[in-house]
Structure formats: structure tokens, C-alpha cells
T-cell receptor, first 116, second 114 residues
Framework: GAGVSQSPSNKVTEKGKDVELRCDPI?????LYWYRQSLGQGLEFLIY????????KSGLPSDRFSAERTGGSVSTLTIQRTQQEDSAVYLC??????????????FGEGSRLTVL | GDSVTQMEGPVTLSEEAFLTINCTYT??????LFWYVQYPGEGLQLLLK???ADDKGSNKGFEATYRKETTSFHLEKGSVQVSDSAVYFC?????WGQGGKLIFGQGTELSVKP
């Protein structure tokens, strides 16, 4: 597709359930990022992939959060045993990583997660 | 650690008014600085950037100057339009060559009335 695609766009789940959020980056973009946007909290970095490896996962809030990327393309963010404080919009972004840094991240529209 | 602080919103202006959204940062080394914008119902997109001190980024009538002495990157526009209504995020990256990890401010919501 032309842009970064995320699914589902909205997810309502019960506390304690597991959820999976999917991100399809722009074709050819080697770098992929997950951020979390909570009400009044701005954007919080979660994890960064270069290809299929994650050199920086320092932002994952707890061991309930994990992410993987396969084929250098699609990424899945998994939250196990969801808690109410996990409610947020989860944003995915991709970029061409040329070995330098241009700041040109392309964001998807996000997956809104609500934990009841 | 590195951080970005933006003025709190919401900011409400009349069309053709002058806009300033303040942004200051704390960082080690020499960060690159960015403004991203999120229009209603859309994903964030890069508005402008500056990669070294005294650089001025500009786009769509918006400008911001990288001020190392005041650690600031304030966003300005001389005459706002209704279509500028959006949430604006200031961000920095200090990890040159280590990927594009951005540190964002909290965002400032701008509402422009006709």
C-alpha cells in the first residue's frame, strides 16, 4: 500500500485478555517503530526494529509487552494479560534507514485499544 | 535523559492570527529537532526539521529555528488558517546512525476559528 497500515483500528477487550496489533510498513522501509499515545501523555517510544531485529526495545513498559517482525516487513505488537492502564492508541511508523537519520518517520493512523 | 517540553494546549486563535507554539528540549550531544503535525483523523506527518544549531526549518508557512543557546525550537506562523487546526508535536533525535528513535513532547492542540 501507499502508507503505513495498522489493524485493527479499534479494539475493545476485557482486562486479562491478550491482544495483538498489526503493522504493515511502507514497502522497502527497513526501520519500523512502535509508539504509544496516551491521553495527555504525548507519544511514548516502545520499540524499534531494523530489519527483523530490535536493537532498541527500551520503551516496552513490562514483560507483558512483546513485538516481532518477520520478513523485514509486517510487525506484531502483543500485549498479554491486558490491564486498564494499557488503554491507549498504539502507533506504528516506518522509515528508510540509510545509516544516518533524517527524522522522516511515516506514521499509520494507529490502533485504539480500550481495556475494560 | 533526553526530553521535550511543549506549551500546553489547547490554543484557540482566529483566522489570520500569529501563531507561536513553544518547545524546549534537554539532550546530550547535538540532537536533530522536528515538528510533526496530526490533522484530525490522520496519522502524524513531518512538518519541518532542523539538524544543527541556527538552522531554520520551514514548510507550509510554518517556521522554526534551532536555538542551541536557549535549547528551543519554537514553531511560528504569521497567519493561520482554519485548515491548520491540528495537534502539533515537537520532537528530537540524538541517536545519529542508530535509527530514528524520536522523543516527542506532549503535543499542543491548535484550533483556528473563522
Amino acid at each position: 500500500g501507499a502508507g503505513v497500515s495498522q489493524s485493527p483500528s479499534n479494539k475493545v477487550t476485557e482486562k486479562g485478555k491478550d491482544v495483538e496489533l498489526r503493522c504493515d510498513p511502507i514497502s522497502g522501509h527497513t526501520a519500523l517503530y512502535w509508539y504509544r499515545q496516551s491521553l495527555g501523555q504525548g507519544l511514548e517510544f516502545l520499540i524499534y526494529f531494523q530489519g527483523n531485529s530490535a536493537p532498541d526495545k527500551s520503551g516496552l513498559p513490562s514483560d507483558r509487552f512483546s513485538a516481532e517482525r518477520t520478513g523485514g516487513s509486517v510487525s506484531t505488537l502483543t500485549i498479554q494479560r491486558t490491564q486498564q492502564e494499557d488503554s491507549a492508541v498504539y502507533l506504528c511508523a516506518s522509515s528508510i534507514d540509510t545509516g544516518g537519520y533524517t527524522g522522516e518517520l511515516f506514521f499509520g493512523e494507529g490502533s485504539r485499544l480500550t481495556v475494560l | 535523559g533526553d526530553s521535550v517540553t511543549q506549551m500546553e494546549g489547547p490554543v484557540t486563535l482566529s483566522e489570520e492570527a500569529f501563531l507561536t507554539i513553544n518547545c524546549t528540549y534537554t539532550a546530550t550531544g547535538y540532537p536533530s529537532l522536528f515538528w510533526y503535525v496530526q490533522y484530525p483523523g490522520e496519522g502524524l506527518q513531518l512538518l519541518l526539521k532542523a539538524t544543527k544549531a541556527d538552522d531554520k526549518g520551514s514548510n507550509k508557512g510554518f517556521e522554526a529555528t534551532y536555538r542551541k543557546e536557549t535549547t528551543s525550537f519554537h514553531l511560528e506562523k504569521g497567519s493561520v488558517q482554519v485548515s491548520d487546526s491540528a495537534v502539533y508535536f515537537c520532537a528530537l533525535s540524538s541517536q545519529w546512525g542508530q535509527g530514528g528513535k524520536l522523543i516527542f513532547g506532549q503535543g499542543t492542540e491548535l484550533s483556528v476559528k473563522p
